[in-house]
């Protein structure tokens, strides 16, 4: 360029400042005498911009000063006393909290390790309310009185189980049939087909209609909190509304909800849907399984869908369908009760026969299909392979607790993993070295705490899943900030613990390259990602999810005695639309 057009081009560029600043004093002047309508019409705009920030923000079960509070039993109980006193809790479920069977010494107490039963049964104990479950223990009916009841738990009662008994007929045919064999199978994408049979379809129903029965049984005025929980109780909700229309019914779906597509598969798809929307409330691990289900409704059913408001208009009742992301207790009690990692390090070597110069790697669960054991076994496999010298140096150590083994999916899965940890074992174990331990029995979740303490890497391989807790309760046990969650990018809990090595669980090359990263990883690095994810895992711990949903029940009662105090009773009883700008929640100290 010219030294003529250089000055041009300065000559522009200062006009232009300088047009600019004379803007900018004539706005400042001119808003001085703006007249008051108009300015109020400008700050509306300013508000509904931050409007629409916090209603994304109050999505999800989240709320702009939810992170100010702190969550514990104490925060539980006063939302209850001051939002919703008098308020009686129900939680039903299939599995139930404390098991009784009979053994050589009598009767034993069994904790069963569910990651369902950690989460809701510390907030049972807080809410002092009512667990109804299936009673399946071999000393249940020993151990409760002439109503069914029993109190835990044991040595300091804080609430009442009540048990709900079935045949062999009826558990075969809605736990083992319907529900595993059908919907388990449908929602998640395992490659596993769902099987349906009307037989089974006809049991689900009768259980449902038996559990209904038990909850008005159970209820002491019409206007209980009913917190149903999972895939086993489709249809309870909508039997539920029908004899307790006060009740606020709050169902928390704990499996992924498929898309419309796999969705349709279902034969009673349109009976599940309107079972589920006799809820007030439908919650999910995340906003992409309650999306699914949203399209699954507009999809199959005459209805009206809010979207802005996270709400289905179905048979003049609406239901909210939110993502409350469930988390554990935090502190966990147990760990109290736990030695230092060093000791518990100790104990699970020395248990488990293991040097002390391996590296220990761990996965903890149900022996599922779901849950990716045989990919983290090819993956231990392909690092062998590529990186031979690790042979030797790592232990793998997977403790699948049986699960449903009279089902053909599950047996095959078993003697899958056995066969394939046989071979492994012989190709690169020596006389006393196993690189793949199988251990498919049941441990206490105390034991399981040592085993998250013990372990250098963390694996939670899932195919499909909800959340997953097995990740949080691993990160939750590192007090001492050290060792590494490896996390399949199809588990829940990947949206929030952002600091894990994030894997593809299909591919065995990239979950191998993973486990290298893991094993070669410094302390620092292990402290600095461990660090935040244990802070969220605080934060966002298990009273924070259900302390959302109850804050929102409290919402929904108040608006139901408004209207009906305001004389709008006309309406349905259960209005459930609250605006997310009217979700804000208030500060809980």
Known sequence: MSDYGIEVLWVLIIASLGLSAVALVFSISHRRHIPVAASTAG????????????????????????????????????????????????????????IHNVNDDGVELLVPASGLVSALEPITRACAGTWIAYGGGTADRLTVDENDRVEVPPGNPSYTL??????????????????????????????????FRASDWEAYEAVNRKFADTVVAEARNEQPIVLVQDYHFALLPRMIRERLPEAIVITFWHIPWPNSEVYSICPWRERILEGLLG???????????ANNFTESVDRFLESRIERADAAISYGGQTTLVHAYPISIEWPAELLARLPAVEECRARVRDRFGLPANVKLCVGVERLDYTKGILDRFHALDELFTRYPEWVGK??????????????????QLHDECLRYAEELNQRYGTNDYSPLLMVAEHHSQEQVYEIYRAADICMVTSLHDGMNLVAKEFVAARDDEQGVLLLSTFAGASRELLEALIVNPYDTAMTSEALLQALTMTPEEQRERMRPMREMVRDNNVYRWAGSMLLDAARLRKRGDLDRVTGNGERPSNNNVISMFERTRKAVS
């Not at 790592?394 to 049986?402: C, G, R, Y």
């Open 394 to 411: 790592v232990v793998f150590l997977q403790v699948a607790a049986p699960s449903r083994g009279s089902l053909p999916a599950y047996q």
């Open 279 to 289: 809820s007030s409330i439908i919650g999910f691990h995340t906003q992409f399984h």
């Open 43 to 98: 700050e509306d705009v300013i508000s509904e911009a931050a409007r629409t920030v916090l209603r994304e923000f109050e999505k999800n079960g989240h709320s702009a000063d939810a992170a100010l509070i702190t969550w514990s039993p104490d925060t539980l109980r006063k939302i209850l006393a001051e939002d919703l006193p008098e308020t009686q809790v129900i939680v039903v479920s299939n599995r139930e909290p404390y």
């Open 162 to 195: 009540r048990r709900v008994w079935l045949t062999e007929e009826e558990y075969q045919a809605y736990y083992l049939g319907f529900a595993n064999e059908g919907l388990w199978p449908l929602c998640h994408i395992a490659f596993t087909r769902p099987i």
